[in-house]
């Protein structure tokens, strides 16, 4: 550690200025002490500070002069690297009628940020984590974020909403920067933690530090750490969470919960955001718009016009659960550094503290999974390839089959999804039901503007489409036993490819037996392709209607009445796809039949936007159904399943 | 070719403000008229035709007299697709706020001549009377929504309008919080956003003129509000303004009256 | 054609009966056999017979307007006509949709016979509400129009 006069504070201004560098960093500005670019040493908060409690938000004087002697404002580091707003690609449909994507890059600025506290490095890691080292890297924000110079400070003067001694991240600075500043009335000590620190610090006039400001800053922290306001008893809190699911904590705090998703805007750590289509007036192009969203907004939890979380207790619950829960299972650490802005910029005066120890006052606790290890990490832009259709083929009345060309399925497994798209109408996920070479098939039902487009192509039209995505069915630990694959209307879809390559393989697949439920006999998907079925041996067809003519000789009732009156055999395992409440009563069946939890396979309906677990749409507990699902084994989601509000 | 879809816009009770964010979108209405054909626009042009059928109705202005009912239901009947734009047509207008009232007693306090006033004794939403395929809110309505919706429709896709508050959009936009940091009465934590937060752009709280956003839990925010010492008298006109008529709003400023 | 005791064992709900009141279920019932397109009975009809199906299958089929439209279809151990049970009026038309076997018993000897020995009166009953109860769910299922636009992915 180095001492220096704070006057080098000119001198690390112009070195953190180099080559360019905007300078970001704490600045007064309507108000408060926000996070902005600054160029003179005079633009930091000299002289002020900042007092702070459940919604109220004060600037101050102080007796002395120090420029960083306050907490944090409203803004943080996030914005800089995940843009509250920021357009991903441009769609085009030219004169000719094909399309073209053109990725949109943000441009590179080079940053340097300065005065950042303990618990936004914290945050920066855990954004980091999200968008940089999970299973799909963000180029985004990895372009923005890409050679940040950081400049943090040891935060000596904690407000009275700081928690971030709980939540280990601070009061001192001990990675994640390349240099860590401690303001002591006119001097600096600075410490280098990084190689580019070093470089930095050997350019200041600065002295080595002694023992006694060693030991300074050693109690300076300690006397920091005690006057953190309230604690927070993180031990083992994602567990004692997640097993007070129905708290009636939950209740009351949505009474005074304005969902106005303030909270969730001023995290540093919360990543969850929505595309949206931006027409150009002529029809002909659009823009694919990214925008910050919260758990706390309806739309968040739309699935097919219906909110899942419709109430206020329901979102209140999502967020929390995730934050100080499930995000320990997805990202190895709490979502949560403690800085308590979710509490200052509440317009209600929620105190999170207050209701994390609320909601777990008993000794319950439900263990969730570990962090899956990311280690496959590819780059995903976001933006669509360009694929054609080859042929089209009428399923029924509004469903049909697109025959694509398309590049990049040579991967593809049975059970994945692709994202299709069309310009200035948008981007859905649909299931891939089929692949031969290079041509892969979507089963897609008209139930919106941008499937209803979907369904009205023709050979030789262009669209979008972005994968495979998401996992697909366990075909490996099917094989050897007897296999009972169970769909419900156009949940065939997805199954369909996995039935070929079971069909297929007879010497794995000996006994292979499909129920099929479908609302009406017209509505029945690939009735010629599964009559070519029947005759493989060991292959058995069991298909039935909701409703029909009297004409029908098949099977009238719901698939699970076909499942009572079978001998499934407790050897069997089990696949099924088709609404969320036929695969709840198919796998209670099946449990009755003997069949347990871990035996049966389903695939999940959720929300999901972006197919890479960025957008945070499709959060089911501890996965995002999109990249660690749509298939689970069931015990996976069990606890989960089927539940209201989840 | 097909013949370009034929868009109508019509006025109830209003301030014709909406109409003039239409006007004011300028090159952009130069690349609508391209792409449509505006038939009937009696704020831009009296060469006006307000028959036949339209495949896009833009109604403002909410329904307050008589006549507008019949004028409604006509041009319901006429359109495929009706869009409501602004306050009035989506929550009554701040016309609304005499509802409830003695509607005699005001017409004989503000007219000379009160025989000549025909009008209902509650100004209403559109919705209220005739089916309506979107509503725009606002006073006046955002121009981008406006563009937006007729965009959405033309392509045949749900418009991108999403109902969240104005606090989202402050976020996004940087605005540092009015009601956090001096205990401005803002309303925009309960209000639908769309407007850019341009109240709190200029250091002003949201006083609500795009209506109750979906889950607007008013009396979280009226119980903030007092214990910053706003008065029930005070609670009562917070909420009772430009879309006082819109129900989150008026019972919350009802429940304080 | 009269019915060997035997032929009841294979019922499950039945087999938890002691053999003495099988028999006397046996002594009551008819061993039928129809070929597809034959009809058991018709919506509206008086009550009759219960069935119970050891083999193929029974579409119960419902007049709307002038369609008739298929609602469930019965297979093997289940029971068919228990409205008949209740003494009311047949619901549904039972079509024979597939060439089946069937057990045939009237309604009102197996009545008599469920007052007098409490033992199949209980296992009739237990089967019935247990068809019933399975009919209903079935139907709510049905009723929530799970592949309907809308309702499914």
């Not at chain 2, 006007?23 to 009696?42: K, M, Q, S, T, Y």
Request: include cysteine; charged fraction near 25%; proline fraction near 5%.
């Amino acid at each position: 550690m180095m001492l220096a006069r704070r006057a080098q504070l000119e001198r690390l201004f112009e070195l953190a200025r180099e080559g360019g560098r905007a300078l970001i960093g704490p600045t007064v500005r309507d108000g408060a002490i926000v996070f902005a670019e600054i160029e003179r040493v005079e633009q930091l908060p000299i002289g002020w500070r900042d007092v702070q409690s459940p919604g109220k938000y004060r600037l101050e004087r102080r007796s002395d002069d120090a420029a960083f002697g306050h907490v944090v404002g409203p803004n943080s580091a996030k914005e800089l690297f995940f843009a509250p707003s920021e357009t991903l690609y441009r769609a085009e449909r030219r004169p000719d009628g094909k399309l073209g994507f053109t990725a949109h890059k943000p441009p590179p600025t080079a940053k340097a940020l300065i005065g950042v506290r303990a618990c936004d490095l914290a945050a920066m890691r855990v954004q980091d984590r999200v968008f940089e080292r999970s299973q799909f890297r963000d180029p985004q924000y990895g372009a923005r974020r890409a050679d940040t110079v950081v400049i943090g400070v040891h935060c000596t003067e904690p407000g009275s909403l700081c928690f971030c001694s709980s939540m280990g991240t601070g009061p001192r600075v001990t990675e994640g920067a390349d240099l860590a500043l401690a303001e002591r009335g006119d001097e600096l000590l600075v410490d280098a933690l990084s190689p580019r620190g070093e470089a930095l610090l050997a350019q200041l006039e600065a002295t080595e530090a002694s023992a006694s400001d060693h030991a300074w800053l050693d109690a300076a922290m300690d006397a920091s750490r005690a006057r953190m306001g309230t604690a927070v008893d993180v031990r083992d809190l994602h567990e004692r969470l997640y097993a007070n699911l129905d708290h009636p904590r939950f209740a009351e705090v949505a009474s005074r919960c304005l969902s106005c998703s303030s909270c969730t805007s001023v995290c540093p750590t919360c990543f969850c955001s929505n595309a949206v289509e931006r027409s150009d007036l002529d029809g002909a192009a659009s823009s694919r718009v990214r925008e910050w969203d919260s758990c706390f907004t309806r739309e968040h939890s739309t699935l097919h016009g219906h909110a899942v979380r419709e109430q206020t207790s329901e979102r209140y619950r999502q967020w929390i659960t995730h934050k100080f829960g499930a995000w320990v299972a997805q990202f190895d650490s709490s979502g949560c550094t403690g800085c308590g802005r979710c509490i200052a910029w509440c317009p209600a005066q929620i105190d999170v503290r207050e209701e994390l120890a609320a909601l777990t006052n008993n000794d319950r606790r439900t263990p969730l999974p570990s962090a899956r290890s990311c280690d496959a990490s590819q780059d995903e832009t976001l933006v669509p390839r360009v694929a054609e259709v080859v042929s089209v083929a009428r399923e029924s009345g509004d469903v049909v089959t697109l025959r694509l060309r398309a590049e990049g399925f040579e991967s593809f497994a049975p059970g994945q999804f692709s994202q299709l798209s069309l310009p200035a109408i948008g981007e859905a996920p649909i299931s891939i039901s089929g692949r031969d070479g290079a041509e892969v098939e979507h089963t897609i039902r008209a139930v919106g503007a941008l499937t209803d487009a979907l369904c009205k192509l023709e050979p030789g039209e262009q669209l979008g489409v972005r994968g495979p995505y998401g996992r697909g069915w366990p075909l490996d630990e099917l094989a050897g036993g007897p296999v009972v694959v169970v769909a419900g209307g156009i949940g065939l879809a997805p199954l369909r490819e996995a039935l070929r390559r079971m069909i297929a393989d007879p010497a794995r697949f000996t006994d292979l037996r499909l129920f099929y439920g479908a609302r009406t006999p017209d509505d029945l998907l690939y009735a010629r392709e599964m009559l070519g079925w029947v005759d493989r041996p060991g292959f058995r067809l069991y298909a039935t209607v909701d409703r029909a003519s009297a004409t029908w000789r098949g099977h009238v009732g719901v698939v699970t009445r076909l499942l009572k009156r079978e001998t499934v055999g407790d050897r069997a395992r089990a696949i099924i796809c088709g609404p969320e409440t036929m695969m709840r009563f198919t796998v209670d069946a099946l449990a009755r039949a003997g069949v347990p939890h871990d035996r049966v396979w389903v695939t999940m309906e959720r929300h999901m936007k972006c197919a890479t677990g960025l957008c945070g749409r499709c959060q089911l507990g501890p996965y995002f159904v999109c990249k660690d699902g749509p298939v689970f084994r069931f015990d996976e989601v069990a606890s989960l399943f089927g539940r209201q509000g989840i | 070719m097909n013949a370009k879809p034929r868009l109508g816009v019509f006025k109830l009770a209003s301030c014709d403000g909406c109409q003039l964010t239409l006007l004011g979108c300028e090159d952009a209405l130069l690349a609508l008229a391209e792409r449509v054909e505006i038939a009937h626009f009696p704020e831009a042009s009296s060469r006006t035709d307000a028959h036949g059928t339209f495949d896009v109705a833009l109604v403002e202005g909410s329904v307050s007299a008589p006549f507008q009912l019949d004028e409604l239901r006509s041009i319901r009947a006429r359109s495929k697709r009706l869009v409501t734009i602004g306050a009035c047509a989506t929550a009554g207008g701040v016309q609304a706020l005499r509802n409830g009232r003695d509607v005699r007693e005001f017409i004989e306090t503000v007219y000379a001549s009160p025989e000549y006033i025909s009008t209902l004794d509650a100004s209403t939403p559109v919705s209220a009377h005739v089916a309506v395929d979107y509503e725009l809110r606002g006073c006046p309505i955002d121009k981008q929504q406006l563009l937006e919706v007729i965009t959405a429709l033309l392509v045949g896709r749900r418009p991108e309008i999403r109902d969240e508050s104005v606090c989202l959009e402050c976020k996004r936009k940087g605005i540092v919080c009015v009601l956090v940091k001096r205990d401005e009465p803002c309303l925009g934590p309960v209000t639908h956003g769309g407007c850019d937060a341009l109240c709190p752009t200029f250091d002003r709280g949201c006083y609500g003129c795009f209506g109750p956003k979906e889950r607007a839990p008013t009396s979280a925010l009226a119980a903030r509000f007092a214990r910053d010492g706003m008065v029930p008298v005070e609670l009562v006109r917070r909420f009772r303004g430009i879309t006082g008529g819109a129900e989150a709003f008026r019972t919350e400023s009802d429940r304080h009256e | 054609m009269a019915v060997d005791p035997s032929t009841l064992d294979a019922m499950p709900f039945l087999r938890r009966l002691a053999a003495d009141a099988r028999a006397e279920l046996a002594a009551i019932a008819t061993l039928e056999e129809h070929s597809a397109g034959a009809v058991l009975f018709r919506e509206g009809d008086a009550p009759g017979a219960v069935f119970l199906v050891l083999e193929g299958r029974v579409t119960l089929t419902m007049r709307v307007g002038q369609r008739e439209a298929s609602v469930l279809s019965l297979g093997a151990d289940e029971l068919v006509g228990w409205s008949s049970l209740l003494a009311r009026r047949r619901v549904a038309t039972a079509l024979i949709s597939q060439r089946s076997r069937l057990l045939r018993i009237e309604a009102s000897p197996l009545l008599e016979l469920c007052e007098r020995d409490a033992r199949v009166g209980y296992a009739v009953m237990a089967q019935a509400f247990e068809d019933v109860s399975d009919r209903l769910v079935d139907t709510r299922m049905q009723l929530l129009d799970l592949y309907g636009k809308g309702a499914s992915r």
